[in-house]
């Protein structure tokens, strides 16, 4: 007959409190995870000698107030992303550790 054991040990009582605290640790793992996949994604494509063009923009060519408000916002999202993407190999390896770690923890 079966007990409620495995060979890891009991199982969880369903809708204990250890077993939201289970759940909870798995949903944050997953999340890590999406974050570091996404930002793979969305960082390691960009290249900074775009960035940089982008930074050295002149408002002068924008022909209406909301391309200057554009350019604008881009040129401070540009600065933030800039130092993350310079180095190409430490965000991969981050990203990718990240990832893996997450994933692995699951």
Known sequence: A??????LGPFLELGSTEWWVCIGLAVLCLAFA???????MGLVPLE??????????DEAYTRTIEERDRLREQKAQ????????????????????????????L
């Open 2 to 7: 079966f007990d409620g054991t495995c060979s």
């Open 34 to 40: 999406w974050l570091a996949a996404g930002l793979t």
């Open 78 to 105: 540009g600065k933030r992303v800039l130092p993350l993407i310079l180095d190409h190999n430490r965000l991969l390896v981050t990203l990718l550790l990240t990832n893996a770690l997450a994933s692995q923890t």
């Open 48 to 57: 900074p000698d775009k960035i940089r063009s982008l930074l050295t923009a």
